[in-house]
């Protein structure tokens, strides 16, 4: 059982705007704003997206954006098109024992 | 340009270690902490520690603390993840996986290796 919560599916059509929930505690994700997100297509390594809740590292497209409320981060990826399909992991530093927790990831697909 | 070229696959034995190495290049190797994550097949993500290359300070994942061990050699650029008395439940892709932060730690994933899949037989 993963320490952050993610939807296990989450779909849409082309050109549409889909976002993922990533639920933690007040001990990771409501506790600062440390969060990222990773794009993992089929066979590749982990991809970063979305650093410090909203930023985007060069080179990642502005389709992509982060968000928080509370105990929720939030990713968006608007204009959704066939190449965004893979699965995406927020992640979150967190006060505990352990540094870092990922959530259980979510698998996108284009209808 | 950064790469991180990771160890070939490896096959072990229920009760084995695994030794899996990481060498880096591409940037100045002491400036950069180095994650290890991994991920069972169809599971998500898990991340198991990190070492600051520079002084070779390590922190583990607490469910790991007993089992695993990362060290690096600073002349080659390498870090290393040792994970000791295997189970098939450590079946799994492990990552290392680069620090974005320069001379700090942020715990974002930047650059990563291409994966080493350690097979765990009984």
């Known amino acids: 059982q993963s320490a952050l919560t993610q939807p296990a599916s989450v779909s849409g059509s082309p050109g549409q705007s889909i976002t993922i929930s990533c639920t933690g505690t007040?001990?990771?994700?409501?506790?600062?704003?440390?969060v990222s997100w990773y794009q993992q297509l089929p066979g590749t390594a982990p991809r970063l997206m979305i650093y410090?809740?909203?930023n985007r590292p060069s080179g990642v497209s502005t389709r992509f954006s982060g968000s928080k409320s509370g105990n929720t981060a939030s990713l968006t990826i608007s204009g959704l098109q066939t190449g965004d399909e893979a699965d995406y992991y927020c992640?979150?530093?967190?006060?505990?024992?352990?540094?870092?927790?990922f959530g259980g990831g979510t698998k996108v697909t284009v209808l | 340009q950064v790469q991180l070229v990771q160890s070939g696959a490896e096959v072990k034995k229920a009760g084995a270690s695994v030794k899996v190495s990481c060498k880096a290049s591409?940037?100045?190797?002491?400036?950069?902490?180095m994650h290890w994550v991994r991920q069972a097949p169809g599971q998500g993500l898990e991340w198991l520690g990190r070492?600051?290359?520079?002084?070779?300070?390590?922190t583990y994942a607490q469910k790991f603390q007993d089992r695993v061990t990362l060290t690096r050699d600073t002349s080659t650029g390498t870090v290393y993840m040792e994970l000791r008395s295997l189970r098939s439940q450590d079946t799994a892709a492990y990552y290392c996986?680069?620090?974005?932060?320069?001379?700090?730690?942020?715990?974002?994933?930047?650059?990563w290796g291409q994966g080493t899949l350690v097979s765990v037989s009984s």
């Open positions: 992640s979150s530093f967190t006060a505990g024992s352990t540094p870092l927790v």
């Open positions: 591409g940037y100045r190797f002491s400036s950069h902490y």
């Open positions: 996986a680069r620090d974005r932060g320069q001379w700090e730690l942020s715990y974002y994933f930047d650059f």
């Open positions: 007040s001990s990771d994700i409501g506790g600062h704003d440390f």
């Open positions: 070492i600051n290359p520079s002084g070779g300070v390590t």
């Open positions: 410090d809740v909203t």
